[in-house]
């Protein structure tokens, strides 16, 4: 299980569970650091990402996609890079995606703005 959450506050919270619900990796930064890509609002196909980043080189890129339309599935997972290349993938269980990455990204963007 994998879970990306956030406060009103300046910090965003990165956890990956592993199988008996213990945190095997937690990163927490202010969002003004995070990385994003949100839906450019063209096509069928939806997909957000927020990468949080470690000091030794390592990000961890959160992201979702579906297809637009009703009844359509969200699929998620992690993208583990080192040095900006992806070394591993984890998806989801499909149909578990629960997400509003577009609400981080507005607060990530408003945080990168803010002197």
Do not use: H
Request: glycine content about 12%.
């Amino acid at each position: 299980m994998c879970d990306a959450t956030w406060l009103a506050g300046d910090m965003a919270t990165y956890g990956f569970l592993g199988a008996t619900g213990t945190v095997e990796k937690e990163i927490v930064t202010d969002k003004a650091s995070l990385s994003y890509m949100p839906w450019n609002g063209i096509g069928n196909y939806i997909s957000e990402s927020v990468t949080f980043f470690t000091d030794d080189g390592y990000g961890y890129e959160v992201f979702w996609t579906a297809e637009r339309g009703e009844g359509s599935t969200e699929d998620g997972g992690i993208n583990v890079l080192k040095d900006g290349a992806i070394i591993a993938s984890l998806q989801c269980d499909t149909g578990s995606v629960r997400q509003d990455l577009a609400a981080l990204i507005d607060m990530i963007d408003t945080a990168q703005l803010s002197p």
